[in-house]
């Protein structure tokens, strides 16, 4: 069959039997109430009230405030007919300071919301951390310091015991690549810091939280799913020239193998060690016996895939604009030496992130050649667009139906290449804070009124609902081809 073909006919592909459908939120983009009922102040609290820090001023005060309108959205997942929910647990609910005792108060917020997602048969899918900080404990060193890795053990014990029974799945960290070198290294994050030495030892010492975190879990909850989510990519030279191919192996190193090896190989790569051999404290921080508990057994390895990367290096710049690419003009790490390509002619999104699902496929095919075959699950992949609610009082997005499905499709090629994918999440139900962007990007099936808070299903939700419930996508690997 030619592609002319494909393009002229619709064919549905079956998932598996039991293959886990989602969508997924995290804490401070969606809850609000941020000083409620003892919520103590997080990171993002106080760099989204920095002036400058988040576009037009805007901070996750109310956000969806989900906090007071969970019983509303537990009745849209339900619409929706999810077999799991995705949320994040906020650390400062439950410890104010991010030391001590349990807030009872936060904990019940979570119990709450467990009890009812088991009562719409979702499962629940708790992820421990995503990002938001208790503020103290960044006033004492946050995460480029160890103890902040130990304070987020203790934590980790607190929650589990509470909602142990009746959570199956569990994930340690959302996104650690973040957390480190966009909070860390370049500041567009909370906390704004800008020193690639911290954020190297920031990624080490979320990595070690990860690794203390999985025994408590695993004592606290023998039936435990225990697994990390990361945020991986694609890199493609932009070019076969050495000094290209070497800018993507730079770029890989950064995103995903500084996370994939210690956490499946017990190792950092020597190429990224020695990269950053000159920034203090940078991985000097590791101690004896921190890798081997990072790299214990996982259940499940969480993927979140949004765009593929080509680059070059940065002394290139020039050969690539003459071969009809367009460069970024400045490099978010400079220390990294390269550029970013955008390649001509493909779609981009709200993000200005380019559009390439088959990048998903090869990521998926990648790890489970290069790391592990524990199941894997798509915890987050999705699309901002210039979304509007037009005169009949409907969002439709079908630019974000087309982007779902060439990626759902590009996840049935993975499983078609033997990769063990067993669920897919999109980002996100909601639209919701979207960090330094505040509410200028939309990646919800669920448009929200900022700031009414009033909920409107898109004509996403509606694709993915009808997706879910056939348990099939139709062919798009072929979309855009010539």
Known sequence: ???????????????PPGFLWGTATASYQIEGAVKADGRGPSIWDTYSHTPGAVWNGDTGDVACDHYHRVDEDLDLLAELGVGAYRFSVAWPRIQPTG?????????DFYRRLVDGLRSRNIEPTLTLYHWDL????????????????????????????????????????????????????????????QDIGMAAAANHHLLLAHGMALPILRAAVPSA?????????????????????????RADGNLNRL???????????????????????????VQD?????????????????????????????????????RVALTEQFPDLHLRSLETPGRDRTAMDWEIEASGLTTLLVRIRDEYTTV????????????????????????????????????????????VNVQGYFVWSLLDNFEWSYGYSRRFGIVWVDFPSGTRLTKESFRWYRDTIQSNTVEYATSIGST
């Not at 030391?99 to 904990?107: D, E, T, W």
Request: proline fraction near 6%.
């Open 1 to 15: 069959m030619n592609n002319q073909d494909l393009n002229s006919k619709s064919l549905n592909r079956r998932f």
């Open 134 to 193: 208790p503020q103290q404990l960044e006033d004492e060193g946050g995460w480029c310091v160890r103890d902040t890795a130990e304070r987020f053990a203790e934590y980790v014990d607190l929650v589990a015991r509470s909602l142990g029974s009746d959570v199956e799945r569990w994930i340690t960290l959302n996104e650690p690549w973040c957390s480190s070198w966009v909070g860390y290294g370049i500041g567009r994050h909370a906390p704004g810091i």
């Open 225 to 249: 799913k225990v697994g990390i989510t990361l945020n991986l990519g694609d890199h493609q030279p932009g070019s076969e020239h050495e000094l290209d191919v070497a800018a993507a192996r």
């Open 99 to 107: 030391k001590g005792p349990a807030n009872q108060v936060g904990l």
């Open 289 to 325: 016996g921190d890798l081997e508990l990072i790299s214990q057994p996982l259940d499940f390895l969480g993927v979140n895939y949004y765009f593929p990367s080509t680059v070059v290096d940065a002394s290139r710049a020039k050969e690539a604009r003459v071969a009809g690419y």
């Open 375 to 418: 199941p894997i699950y798509i915890t987050e992949n999705g699309a901002a667009f210039d979304d509007y609610v037009d005169p009949n009082g409907h969002v439709l997005d079908f630019n974000r139906v087309a982007y779902l499905q060439e990626h759902i499709s590009a996840v049935h090629d993975a499983i078609d290449a033997g």
């Open 259 to 285: 996370f994939l090896e210690p956490v499946f190989h017990g190792q950092y790569p020597q190429d990224m060690l020695a990269h950053y051999a000159t920034s203090k404290p940078g991985f000097s921080v």
